[in-house]
């Protein structure tokens, strides 16, 4: 079937019609008003000869005017790309010579830079993807534009927006002409441009009902003619925007914090991983008094804060409470959110945002007991902490009786009866760490800067992640004769050959005995650890050994820090005594009990993940005994499933493979997405798009100072620290970092994030290294462009990109 009538086309047929022509056919069948075609399917393309007589035929059955040629790939309109512009479409052809060019074009079009590009991006297959071409009664509009159903600014989902001008549509998508934007909300609004009040009216109910079809918020190509008739000639889903929260069913707006970031996530979280973190995270905030519901958004974890904020107690301290782990992106969309009159303090806010009082006193109680212990006496803290860690790397391990999947899975969903003094011992030598940190700043104010404070803070004892970084550094220096295997052969391979044991010892065995169950998006359980792919390693190993300074040496770098660390805090302590008596002894104080504390702030997070590592590896037998059973297709398509489906698996034998192909699917790609919003309202409003924006000079880029130094370098843009090259005196540039990135800073001169706080991984990490770090720069990874020159300065937190034409290189500090 090389060509059809265009009212036949339907989802159905993608393959056959692809994606445009699809959605003309649904729109058609839906009763809308389309322009009357026909299509050349993807079976002449497959061919290579266009069916001329067929072709003229049906071009003769629409009267052989001028008409409209567009493309129509198999992979295209799709609800994760559009392929908006990115190949070809000729209008107002007339004739049959010109007809058959601008099929020949259109099929040519696929194979474009732009087309080709954009299926790299979006990770499609060029081999997969064909072409067929729409051929449409041309309209000749007097007013033409898109509909969009929901805001594509603010991803605001009860707020329609309009572009449009006068004559061809494609004005408007090749921004070839100003346009008129109307915004179609509950607001009245005078008339004014190229469309009228009874025509917006139109367009937004069009709207309504192309999105009650489809079932998703959709991009309309639309046209009115002389006779104020509305064809509509395209609709497909708005593939910019994020996934809106789920109904609450509450009449007043919600708002989500992204809480990912706080562990340096930006990735999806696989289901399985999703269904086991929102109860540990609620666990752990109502530990602390505070009832917080988390809900997955694009496989992302958000915290519900609505309660919190309008709360008359909570709220007063919500601002200031997020500064620890959140930061100061976090804190502005909070800010803006207070001073919304919908989200003013209510009665009955506080009953859902704390903890029950007789639980929260307990709470409050051990909390008072274990903090003062450790600021007591840190040392013997320290101890207590190190020793209830592998306590719960002992517990952790599964039994040796474990023989079925019931079995293993009754393992997986118990509870830890004694897990409470455990995490005493763990939690608040970590808090009295954080607080020693965080106070002196407030009992400094007027003594000393932030970047005083930061710089006591660096090279700072006692975190294990520093000590893992260092471990590793030390194998690589140890590397002797495999120096050159190690830097010729590609992780990928190294990675295989430990696995399978033909790799020549380096002491990489004894590494991943230690810190095998550490990972990039370690707390999911759906995402490998160490262990089981050690190719991050072996690129970090890679780096390292390209390092031929001694003096840029980490283990240098982190002596020299901590150093210049105590020097600072005398100084700063005897300036501050001098001047302040009272206030000075109590700042030092606490700083010397930070420098003895704050860096056990990684060792909760560690101890957590050997539990983990022992769940992953008892779901990963289940999923190995569901895919002998043909229940799963493969083992790891249990991280797919929640524990909850994985019962019903196990003990009932249901067969949920088409939802672990659904949920792989919008993994996938949710993988692709690069920008997360830091906030999002129930009505799906990213809350950072409707913030002022701040003002920032020509080729400077504003963030947050979280690391003190002023270093100029080449940019290295970083998506997978597992396949990262980066050399030495690069400026490291990522969304974000977690404990499993940190292996790259042993290299970086600098590191730049778009999200973070001061006492984030990342920050915390690049400040005991000594090297520069500036924190909440928006778009960083979009903006900034991989060798690009640029000047980190901490102190400031500004990112400056140079010209290519700049000659000078500033010295790394």
Known sequence: MQVIALSEASADLTDLVGGKAAGLGELIRHGERVPEGFCVTTEAHRLGVIPTAEVVAAYERLGAGPVAVRSSATAEDLPDASFAGQQDTVLNVTGTAELIAAIEKCWASLHGDRATAYRDAHGIDHRTVLMAVVVQRMVTPTVAGVLFTANPLTGRRDEMAVDAAAGLGTTVVDGATAVDHYLLDDVTRDETGCLTAGQLARLRATGERLQAHFGCPQDVEWAFDADDVLWLLQSRPITSLFPAPPPSGKPLPRVYLEFGHVQGMRQPVTPMGMSTLRAQIAGMLAALGVRVEIVDIGGRLYGDLTDLARDGSSRKRLVRLLAVD??????????????????????????????????????????????LRALARPEAARIRLFEAVEQLRVRSAAPADLRTAADRLRFVQATDADADDTADAIMWPIVAGMLATALPTTLLRGLAGPDEIHAVLAGMPHNVTIEMDLALWRLAQGAGDHRQLLLDTPPTELATRHLNGTLPDIGMTAFLDAYGHRGVAEVDLGVPRWAEDPTPVFAAVANYLRVTDPRQGPDQRFQRAGAAAEAALEELVGRARRRRPVRGSVAGFLLRRARSLAGLREAGKFAGLYPLRETRCQLLLIGADLHESGLLDQPDDIMFLTLDEAHTVVHQGVDLRGTVTARRATHRRELRRRSVPVALLSDGTDVETVLPAAPAADGTLAGVGASAGRVTGPARVVHDPGTAHVEPGDVLVAATTDPGWTPLFLTAAALVTETGAIMAHGPTVAREYGIPAVICVPDATRTIRTGQLVTVDGGAGTITVHQPSTPEREGRQ
Not at 345 to 364: M, N, Q
């Open 326 to 371: 959140f930061g100061p992106r976090a804190q502005a969309v909070m800010q803006h959110v207070l001073a919304d009159p919908r989200f003013a303090p209510t009665k009955g806010g506080a009953t859902r945002g704390r903890a029950p009082g007789a639980a929260s006193l307990r709470t409050a109680g051990r909390a008072v007991v274990g903090i």
